[in-house]
């Protein structure tokens, strides 16, 4: 399980290893080529717009409260 949250290493990592270009991903998530890049590098995005990214790459989101 993943603790840390580099969002955007674990978007660029999963689409690489599922061969999918940016297009593809954004197409599958309903958004901007550019949107994908933006998550990639890290820039904000909103939380929605992460949840369909990672929706799309079949990527699973758990929310673990810390103790």
Known sequence: MVYYFDYGTILRERRL??????EAVANKASVHRTTVGNAERGDGIT??????LAYA????????RRT
């Open 17 to 22: 290893e599922l061969g999918l270009s940016q």
């Open 47 to 52: 939380l929605d717009i992460f949840l369909s």
């Open 57 to 64: 790459l079949g990527l699973e989101i758990q929310i673990v």
